[in-house]
């Protein structure tokens, strides 16, 4: 719970910095990923300060996915309006429900999509989602949610896509139903 009485969740390996008390204009920062329900207050805007970019918000829900080890910053809004500000004034975006923003932090350059916007915060209550995403990605995104390291020793395991929904399993269960579709071992 924020100051504001705005709310949200952090995901594993986030930080999120704020005042106390927050003036005229609520900014905190974000490393990692979280999901924010902002509250609607007059005359006072709302800004997430992420690597890249700062969300200004309306009052709202959406999703940040902002890892410094991360090649891309996605931002995706469930509800309200968010505008995406590019620092250094590359970009200007604004956002509407179910529309996901993806910035590529090594190319620059960023692309808009239509979502089903409850997928990328499915985290918050338990679920891990991967949709049709190659091992390395997949890998990536349960090294974090498990604390854990895990090294990919065959390079064509990395081009294996995968499509699952994992509720609270514990790391031993994800894996073992993992190698069932592939001829991954671990």
């Known amino acids: 719970f924020l100051p504001d009485s705005s709310y949200g969740w ?3 390996g986030s930080k999120l ?8 204009h609520r900014r905190v920062k974000l490393s990692g990923e979280a999901f924010f329900v902002v509250q609607k207050k007059v005359n006072s805007d709302f800004t997430v300060n992420a690597p890249e970019m700062d969300i200004k918000v309306v009052g709202t829900s959406f999703n ?4 410094s080890d991360d090649a891309f910053t996605d931002i995706v ?12 004034g590359v970009f200007n975006q604004m956002l509407l429900p179910d529309e996901k923003l993806s910035y590529n932090r090594e190319t620059k350059s960023m692309t808009v999509q239509k979502v089903s916007a409850g997928r990328y915060s499915a985290w918050k209550d338990g679920y891990l989602i991967i949709e049709n995403e190659p091992l390395e990605l997949a890998i990536s995104r349960i090294e974090r949610r498990y604390n854990v ?17 994992f509720k609270d399993e514990p790391l031993e269960e994800v894996l073992r139903l993992m190698a069932i579709t592939t001829p991954m071992t671990y």
């Open 64 to 67: 940040i996915s902002a890892y």
């Open 17 to 24: 910095k704020y005042p106390a008390v927050f003036e005229n």
């Open 10 to 12: 952090l995901n594993s």
């Open 77 to 88: 809004l469930m509800e309200g309006k968010v505008e995406i500000t590019g620092k250094g």
């Open 149 to 165: 390291d895990i090294i990919i020793r065959d390079a064509a395991l990395k081009k294996y896509r995968f499509k699952a929904t």
